[in-house]
């Protein structure tokens, strides 16, 4: 695992020992930013259920200006500080040991781009996704990574699906915060 591109370009990122996270492949990694890349510059991210955080560290890498990771699991907080202290982005992130769920409820922040990467069971990302909107910003974009099979729903609040993408064993669903009267 390692930074694809931007001023940590190659840095190597510490993996996590067993099959509790799964982190995302390069491949879909570089998929996913070649389709937000223009929207990355000076924004604020929220990685949720982050596991060893590279997808927030991949956006500060490529001009991102602050990242805030959420897990809940003790030994994948420990894997993203490592990560965050590794790539020299301590300055510009929060980690958190939380339930997003709860985060989300709770949060007073704003964010313009949103990773929602959770395990692949019960609906997380659409259950996540539902909680969204209090923390997004005007022109926010959300990146869903899911089972090609766990079907998305084509709008949540005032999210829209922008584009849907899959790669072999993975969707990626880009949803894009509608315009107030598109609502």
Request: charged share 25%.
């Amino acid at each position: 695992m390692r930074i694809v591109s931007g001023s940590a370009r190659g840095r190597k990122l510490f993996a996590p020992m067993g099959m509790d996270i799964r982190p995302t492949t390069d491949k879909v990694k570089e998929a996913m930013f070649s389709i937000i890349h223009f929207d990355l510059p000076g924004t604020r991210v929220l990685d949720l259920f982050a596991g060893t955080g590279q997808l927030g560290l991949e956006a500060l890498s490529r001009g991102a200006s602050f990242a805030c990771f959420t897990d809940a699991s003790r030994k994948a907080v420990d894997l993203i500080k490592k990560n965050v202290q590794a790539t020299g982005f301590g300055a510009q992130s929060k980690v958190l040991l939380c339930d997003a769920y709860s985060y989300l409820a709770s949060c007073g922040d704003t964010y313009d781009i949103v990773f929602l990467d959770p395990p692949y069971e019960n609906s997380m990302c659409e259950k996540a996704a539902a909680l969204l909107p209090r923390v997004l910003s005007g022109n926010a974009i959300v990146v869903c990574e899911s089972r090609p099979d766990e079907p998305m729903p084509a709008q949540i609040g005032g999210l829209r699906i922008a584009k849907e993408y899959k790669y072999s064993n993975i969707r990626l669903t880009v949803y894009r915060n509608m315009a107030p009267e598109e609502r």
